[in-house]
């Protein structure tokens, strides 16, 4: 494969790849003058990454500090440390990224890793690993997932994951297909994309606005392979788009976002409910989930592919078979339109409706800034060490607002709004 001296792919489009960079930074995070930034990425992400470095000195930063990662280096781990080695991971470094966030520092993360890099590694070391690194990271994570801060997460089309969304292109095609399809689903492919996310954002706030006037007590979910009623948190509030932290910066946390989303309650969740697209965790890829709750909690966990991952997962903590967070997205959002799987939760929760096992966002309650941990957990917030998120959504969907009298209201109907 070709490259310009920056090690970007001759043929990804460098004028939307700069793009991507300048929404990440002016829309993504809305990095304020004199702000610091803590950004992580794999190496293969680097043309991207340095991109977003510029921008972000452009736009005032303080200090930018990137920390990267390697697939090879990951896997090096699985083929030669010793066996103890797995129930460790690098807590300073969390422990100084939560430190950095303390002090007001921004958080971008630059996704772009080979989706199966672990597949074929064995599970139990895999989970023992995500296990370790999720305890250690719970530090920084809070800060991020109590919105304490700005930040954003966007993608870049490492080859082995373009291999996997585009399997048998050459590779110059699939890097160039999947770069597309990011800029697509990122909204850079067109002259101002800051203008269009302001629209965009603009038709989110819209959603969440109906939603909270209608303060639902319930969500119920039928279709095929589903009957499921997730009660929602005392005094939920539904997000969508953009949302202003505790430290008053208005960011787009996820480019591409097509979800509005709330914190459903940890303790009123019943029926099952089955996966409409594969999840990629870690990895692996679990496939044709179902599970069943009751109370609450899921009592009984299938799928045709990944379950020993899948249990390993459910088995982190007293919070991971509970959710933490249930999401709306049309079934004609452009991503899955698109038609593609891309193997990364970042875009395919996008594409679909659905609900994530384990911690939930204390910024999704009512002046949830100025909530403490207990009342959060007495609202029926979840606290956990994961947070994944799998897709339930598709065009055979049905969703009734259901209020606290039992009166019902379409949400959604074949997963397009009601």
């Given at each position: 494969m070709t490259t310009h001296s920056r090690g970007v792919s001759a043929s990804i489009d460098p004028v939307k790849l700069d793009r991507l960079a300048e929404v990440a930074i002016k829309v993504g995070l809305q990095l304020q003058p004199g702000q610091d930034l803590v950004l992580t990425s794999s190496i293969a992400a680097?043309?991207?990454?340095?991109?977003?470095?510029?921008?972000?000195?452009?736009?005032g930063a303080g200090l930018v500090t990137p920390i990267f990662n390697d697939d090879e280096i990951t896997l090096a781990r699985f083929r030669y440390g010793a066996d103890a080695g797995f129930d460790r991971a690098a807590g300073w470094l969390y422990e100084g990224m939560a430190k950095a966030f303390s002090n007001n520092a921004a958080r971008l993360a630059v996704r772009g890793e080979d989706p199966s890099l672990l597949s074929s590694q064995d599970p139990a070391k895999v989970a023992r690993a995500n296990k370790a690194n999720s305890m250690a990271?719970?530090?920084?994570?809070?800060?991020?997932?109590?919105?304490?801060?700005?930040?954003?997460?966007v993608a870049y089309p490492d080859l082995a994951w373009a291999r996997q969304v585009f399997p048998g292109e050459p590779d110059d095609v699939a890097v160039v297909k999947l770069?597309?399809?990011?800029?697509?689903?990122?909204r850079v492919d067109v002259e101002d994309p800051i203008g269009n996310w302001k629209a965009h954002n603009a038709a989110l706030a819209e959603r969440t606005k109906w939603l909270n006037e209608h303060n639902f007590h319930s969500l119920h979910f039928t279709g095929p392979g589903t009957d499921l009623t997730v009660g929602l948190a005392d005094g939920h509030?539904?997000?969508?788009?953009?949302?202003?932290?505790?430290?008053?910066?208005?960011?787009?946390?996820?480019?591409?976002?097509?979800e509005v989303f709330t914190t459903p309650h940890a303790r009123r969740v019943e029926g099952h409910v089955s996966s409409t697209k594969p999840l990629s965790y870690q990895g692996t890829l679990i496939d044709e989930i179902s599970?069943?709750?009751?109370?609450?909690?899921?009592?009984?966990?299938k799928a045709s592919k990944g379950e020993d991952v899948l249990k390993k997962?459910?088995?982190?903590?007293?919070?991971a078979r509970r959710l933490g967070e249930v999401a709306l997205v049309p079934h004609s959002s452009p991503i899955s339109k698109s038609g593609l799987l891309f193997f990364n939760t970042l875009f395919d929760e996008n594409a679909a409706c659905h609900i994530?096992?384990?911690?939930?966002?204390?910024?999704?309650?009512?002046?949830g800034a100025s909530l403490s941990e207990d009342e959060i957990a007495e609202r029926g917030g979840n606290k956990s060490f994961i947070h994944i998120d799998w897709m339930i959504g598709s065009d055979k969907i049905d969703i009734d607002g259901v209020a606290k009298d039992g009166g019902r209201v379409p949400v959604m109907r074949k997963g397009e709004w009601a």
């Open positions: 680097l043309p991207l990454t340095r991109r977003i470095v510029e921008h972000a000195y452009k736009a990271y719970q530090p920084a994570l809070e800060k991020i997932t109590g919105f304490d801060i700005n930040w954003n997460i770069a597309d399809a990011i800029f697509s689903a990122s509030e539904w997000m969508g788009g953009a949302s202003t932290a505790k430290n008053g910066v208005t960011c787009n946390p996820n480019i591409p976002t097509e599970v069943r709750f009751e109370g609450g909690r899921i009592v009984e966990a997962v459910l088995d982190t903590d007293e919070g994530a096992l384990g911690q939930c966002y204390s910024k999704c309650f009512v002046n």
